[in-house]
Every structure is written in C-alpha cells, then in structure tokens.
Nanobody, 125 residues
Framework: QVQLVESGGGLVQAGGSLRLSCAAS????????MGWFRQAPGKEREFVAG????????SYADSVKGRFTISRDNARNTVYLQMNGLKSEDTAVYYC??????????????????WGQGTQVTVSS
C-alpha cells in the first residue's frame, strides 16, 4: 500500500530554518506529482508548495514564496521542503501529499489521493 512518512518538524525560533522530508513507498514516485500542505488549529488545510512529477514545475503559496523551497530526489523516493525565515504564522501541522499519475500541480487538497500523517512545526516568536 501507499505510504507517505514525514519527518523533520519541530520547535524553532522565528527567523530559523527547518527541512521537512517525506519518504514515499508503494507508488511510482518518479511519475507522481507531490505537494506540501499545512493546517493550523481552527483553520482549513492550505497549499504550501508543489512539484510536478518530473521536477520541471514548482508552485508556492504567496505566503511562503522566497522563503520555502520544494525539491525531490527520485532515487530516494523523497520530497523535501526547505523552510527558511520562519515566522510564527508558519506554525501548523505540515502534510505531504501525492496525486496519482503524471499530473500538473494542484493547490486543492481534494486533488490529492494520498496523505502522510503530518509533522508539527512550531515557530516561537
């Protein structure tokens, strides 16, 4: 079965950095578009970043542009989210997601077929 396992979350001071990882198994990773979403308490799940199946395209939420970078290593079946210049408003549970097939990047969580369990990111001000 498909598994997405996130790691790398934690507590960091404002202005600091974290790198999240998502290890995928059970799917053709090199043909799978990947995304990162986040959900803060009392808020809806929101798109953070996405990368196309071939790595040729990326997309970012306006709130993280210039601070976050998504990347993937198809040899390791892993997608990463490098987060720099963290702010208190970045505090949330971060989820990795995958959509079947070589599709374009979608910002809607409804598009994604598979989800990880989430990893908590807490930014202290």
């Amino acid at each position: 079965q498909v598994q997405l396992v996130e790691s790398g979350g934690g507590l960091v001071q404002a202005g600091g950095s974290l790198r999240l990882s998502c290890a995928a198994s059970g799917l053709p990773f090199s043909m799978t578009t990947m995304g990162w979403f986040r959900q803060a308490p009392g808020k809806e799940r929101e798109f953070v970043a996405g990368m196309s199946w071939n790595g040729g395209s990326t997309s970012y939420a306006d709130s993280v542009k210039g601070r976050f970078t998504i990347s993937r290593d198809n040899a390791r079946n892993t997608v990463y989210l490098q987060m720099n210049g963290l702010k208190s408003e970045d505090t949330a549970v971060y989820y990795c997601a995958a959509v079947s097939g070589p599709r374009g990047i979608s910002t809607s969580p409804r598009t994604y077929n598979y989800w990880g369990q989430g990893t908590q990111v807490t930014v202290s001000s």
